[in-house]
């Protein structure tokens, strides 16, 4: 079982940049395609983006593609999330996620396709 452990939120002004954090340990981490999602009060968790096991490909949900970037390092068994020309809808808790599963890479985009989160790191962003 892998633990999942996020860092890195903070509030920022619009147009503003965060590079969010999320550490592993307790598992194999190579073996986990990572997600980031993020949730509002009372709204399900939405997909960010995720990550193929080895990094060689990324995928975004549109309303970020363009604006943030995935990036894992299985030495150091961290994903992150660079996060660029912030918006105020881009507030929201933000989750790492880990799936053990193995599906079409154009999965991954739904909440129960993951196995594993962290806590939430808050980011708020200023208008």
């Known amino acids: 079982q892998v633990q999942l452990v996020e860092s890195g939120g903070g509030l920022v002004q619009a147009g503003g940049s965060l590079r969010l954090s999320c550490a592993a340990s307790?598992?194999?981490?190579?073996?986990?395609?990572m997600g980031w999602f993020r949730q509002a009060p009372g709204k399900e968790r939405e997909f960010v983006a995720h990550i193929t096991r080895s990094g060689g490909n990324t995928y975004y949900d549109d309303s970020v593609k363009g604006r943030f970037t995935i990036s894992r390092d299985n030495a150091k068994n961290t994903v992150s999330l660079q996060m660029n020309s912030l918006k105020s809808e881009d507030t929201d808790v933000y989750y790492c996620g880990a799936s053990r599963m193995y599906y079409s890479s154009l999965w991954y985009t739904r909440a129960n396709e993951y196995d594993y989160w962290g806590q939430g790191t808050q980011v708020t962003v200023s208008a």
């Open positions: 307790g598992g194999t981490f190579s073996s986990y395609v």
